[in-house]
């Protein structure tokens, strides 16, 4: 077995949160060992209700001969606070982060390591992803757009001129990026009731406030994947874009990056009012709908008026729903 921790710096651990999805754990785990520059350390911190995902660890243990670092959560810690429990458990200079549903290419630490060795003071450098279907195939379109809204294209390759972009635009996506192990650690995840479904959000925008030096690679080293069923991103009841309209508009950011930041409340807003009108958060969801980043030429559209009927109708069932005496 591979030993667990090296203490010498330019040494990395991959932080592996599972919850219920043993077999594409199993492909995440084999994705890690498959590197040109095998990482020094996998954590897993298991959430699952059962016992599955300890036998798919035990069974990638067994057969590739390295050693995991394994922990059962019970009760679960739940997403934030088992990350952050992955983060305080790596002992290595360097960390990634890999969500169980997500994989990384074999390029990646090897490439995203080397970039310290060009800006040894970086706080994360990150590539491009692949957008995959739940069954692993690549959607190009869908790729293409993915990189493109989080400004991860040739305008924006090598060390970033505003440290901002990276965390008030998702450069630095919400996973398969490597960090300096002292900078996550400071920062972590807040609580899921601070920052609701955006936990990554926040912690990238936190992270860019308090640290400098970010590194975007410009050439693909993960592949997110739009998992069926299981990811937060897929829940009805996911709050993730109304999370990030309140955390964007609520932080102090310095001078320079309001059109940073009304560019991604813009592209935000449509989701942020639906998400607002779920939670049952209707007179959010109309501040979102009458605020200067929505438009009136976007109000106007069919797709925004349907849900403006919508919120209308909510409003008004809210209205004459019967007092409590």
């Keep these: 077995m591979v030993k667990r921790w090296d203490f010498m710096s330019n040494t990395i651990s991959v932080c592996v949160p599972a919850c219920n999805r043993p077999e594409l754990l199993r492909e995440a785990l084999l994705s890690c060992l498959a590197q040109t520059r095998r990482p020094d350390c996998i954590l897993v911190g298991d959430d699952s209700k059962d016992d599955a995902s300890e036998k798919v660890v035990r069974e990638v243990e067994q057969q590739s001969g390295f050693a995991i670092d394994y922990q059962r959560n019970t009760p679960p810690l739940r997403q934030n606070a088992n990350t952050n429990s992955l983060l305080l458990r790596a002992k290595t200079s360097h960390l990634m982060l890999l969500h169980d549903d997500d994989l990384l290419l074999p390029n990646a630490i090897e490439d995203l390591m080397a970039c310290w060795e060009e800006y040894p003071h970086l706080t994360a450098a990150y590539g491009k992803q692949y957008s995959i279907s739940h069954e692993g195939v690549i959607d190009e379109l869908a790729t293409e757009k993915l990189n493109s809204w989080f400004l991860r294209t040739d305008e924006y390759a090598r060390l970033q001129k505003n440290d ?27 609580p899921q009731p601070e920052c609701g479904d955006a936990g990554d959000y926040d912690f990238g925008l936190r992270l860019c406030i308090n640290y400098r030096g970010f590194y975007f690679l410009n050439r693909f080293t993960a592949k997110y994947r739009n998992t069926a069923t299981g990811s937060i991103s897929t829940q009805g009841s996911n709050d993730a874009a109304f999370s990030i309209f309140k955390i964007l508009t609520q932080t102090q950011l310095p001078l320079g990056c309001e059109e940073l930041r009304a560019r991604q409340l813009s592209g935000l807003v449509p989701a942020a009012m639906m998400q607002a009108m779920w939670c ?36 008004i069932k809210l209205t004459l729903r019967p007092s409590k005496t």
């Design 164 to 190: 901002y972009v990276a965390g008030i635009c998702q450069q630095l996506h919400n996973d398969g990026y490597v960090m300096r192990t002292e900078a996550a650690q400071a920062v972590l995840w807040r």
């Design 280 to 315: 049952g958060q209707i007179g959010q969801a109309w501040q979102i709908y009458l605020s200067p980043y929505f438009g009136r030429g976007r109000r106007m559209s069919l797709d925004n008026l349907r849900w403006l009927v919508k919120l209308t109708l909510k409003t």
